[in-house]
T-cell receptor
């Protein structure tokens, strides 16, 4: 079973729409959680952390449900510039150190 | 700021050849890592290092060697390239002791094709 599972999409939404991505993780020992963004043929970059209480960063809202091992990302008022692949990421200790484990990503295309 | 620099950006190898992907960071980060990214598989951790002289295996270490003789450099060696090693390779570093902030600084990637 994969460490992190995501619906690969693609999600094609019109500008201004609200879109939600979900992710599940398999290891209950995972300690912290994040969303990364990856533009086409570019390197991944940290978008935001995910806290149990839920957190917002502008149009982006992230939530964590530890009991269900479930993470979500909500994007409101989608912009063309939001088109990218969104990677769900968990931090877990493996042998000697904490490492980040990435989902396969969910591809979003925002249409004019 | 250079950040994390990977070379080469593109490489084509024949099966059985060896090569080294270079990674250097100028941020004095203790933690460095190598990932490979394949369609449908996502980013998978190959090897990582928590400081000079210390390396350890990730999820998919077979066929790869690493060393960390300095804080700045973390080269990835392919010992005998196989078509299954065709991938995009990313080097990443972090100043965060336990990655609690989640922030990894990635290089731009190295696209490797093995024929």
């Amino acid at each position: 079973r994969k460490e992190v599972e995501q619906d690969p999409g693609p999600f094609n939404v019109p500008e201004g729409a609200t879109v939600a991505f979900n992710c599940t993780y398999s290891n209950s020992a995972s300690q912290s959680f994040f969303w990364y963004r990856q533009d086409c043929r570019k390197e991944p970059k940290l978008l935001m952390s995910v806290y149990s209480s839920g957190n917002e960063d502008g149009r982006f809202t992230a939530q964590l449900n530890r009991a269900s091992q479930y993470i979500s990302l909500l994007i409101r008022d989608s912009k063309l510039s939001d088109s990218a692949t969104y990677l769900c990421v968990v931090n877990r200790r493996q042998t000697g150190a904490n490492n980040l484990f990435f989902g396969t990503g969910t591809r979003l295309t925002v249409i004019p | 700021n250079a950040g994390v620099t990977q070379t080469p950006k593109f490489q084509v190898l024949k099966t059985g050849q060896s090569m080294t992907l270079q990674c250097a960071q100028d941020m004095n980060h203790e933690y460095m890592s190598w990932y490979r990214q394949d369609p449908g598989m996502g980013l998978r951790l190959i090897h990582y290092s928590v400081g000079a002289g210390i390396t350890d295996q990730g999820e998919v270490p077979n066929g790869y060697n690493v060393s960390r003789s300095t804080t700045e450099d973390f080269p990835l060696r392919l010992l005998s390239a196989a078509p299954s090693q065709t991938s995009v390779y990313f080097c990443a570093s972090s100043s965060d002791r336990d990655r609690d902030s989640g922030e990894l600084f990635f290089g731009e990637g190295s696209r490797l094709t093995v024929l």
